[in-house]
């Protein structure tokens, strides 16, 4: 029995009804292309969220450091790794969330595609030792902030690692104690 093929007659032409192997080839191709493009849009957009994240930080480092200036308390940075996030305090007889100040210094998460690591902390000796004072804690001692700005403008030596997938982002202070975002290559 010899396979039939469908004909398909519209206003007196004659057509033949599927898809060539090219046609199929053609969309198959297209498709392809289309994913492809989406992937690696996802890539960028985690570079730029790593990147969005470490200014972010920077900023509101050096608006604390101004914050410590101006009013003459220290104010410090406690960063949480693991629970991706990091919030502020200010130091008066004990460290103190600064959430009290004002909502820009509100614990802040970082988003899951980013990964946070600090690579350098050292405090700042102020000559003090303070205690961090938290109403709802059992703790005695609870931990030190890992960056502290003097009101003196000198903020404590440390490198935050914002990273996409491609790419991270370094977070530091300079020689001049200006906080600086610095790109380096996941390859590295």
Not at 48 to 68: C, K, Y
Not at 74 to 87: C, E, L, Q, R, T
């Amino acid at each position: 029995m010899k396979p039939t093929r469908h004909n398909l007659q519209v206003n007196g032409v004659c057509h033949t009804a599927g898809f060539t192997y090219i046609e199929l080839l053609a969309v198959v191709s297209i498709i392809g292309l289309i994913v492809t493009l989406v992937v690696t849009r996802i890539d960028t957009d985690q570079d730029r969220i790593a990147f969005l994240e470490a200014r972010r930080f920077a900023q509101l480092v050096e608006m604390a450091r101004d914050e410590s200036i101006i009013n003459g308390v220290p104010m410090g940075v406690f960063i949480d790794v693991a629970g991706k996030s990091y919030g502020f305090a200010y130091f008066t007889d004990g460290w103190y969330p600064a959430t009290t100040r004002g909502t820009e210094f509100r614990t802040r998460n970082i988003p899951d595609t980013v990964v946070m690591e600090i690579l350098l902390s050292s405090t700042v000796d102020s000559g003090q030792d303070p205690e961090i004072v938290d109403p709802g804690s059992d703790s005695s001692k609870p931990p030190q902030p890992q960056v502290v700005m003097e009101p003196s403008g000198l903020v404590s030596e440390f490198v935050m690692k914002f990273a996409g997938s491609a790419v991270s982002y370094l977070v530091n202070p300079d020689l001049d104690q200006d906080i600086v975002v610095s790109r380096k290559s996941n390859s590295d």
